[in-house]
């Protein structure tokens, strides 16, 4: 919860609109992934035991692939 709060603060310190938390998290997971992290240590790296808990995000791969591909490189 401590982490929650702080991040909300940061958040709102920073002009963001409303972020949730968890998006972060799977952010972070499709930049692993992009990058080519092994899908067992992106696994174990983000606590994943359960197989239905990745499952929502391996089909968006690809369709995530074409769309960072089609953003101006900043």
């Known amino acids: 919860e401590l982490v929650l709060n702080q991040f909300r603060k940061l958040t709102a310190r ?18 692993l992934m992009e990058t ?10 983000m606590g994943y035991k359960d197989p239905e808990s990745w499952r929502h995000l ?8 074409a769309v960072i591909k ?3 490189r900043l």
């Open 14 to 31: 920073a002009g963001l609109a409303e972020v949730r938390f968890h998006a972060l998290r799977v952010t972070f997971v499709y930049r």
């Open 36 to 45: 080519g992290v092994p899908e067992k240590q992106v696994k174990a790296l």
């Open 58 to 65: 391996k089909p968006s791969i690809a369709q995530l692939r």
């Open 70 to 72: 089609g953003l101006p």
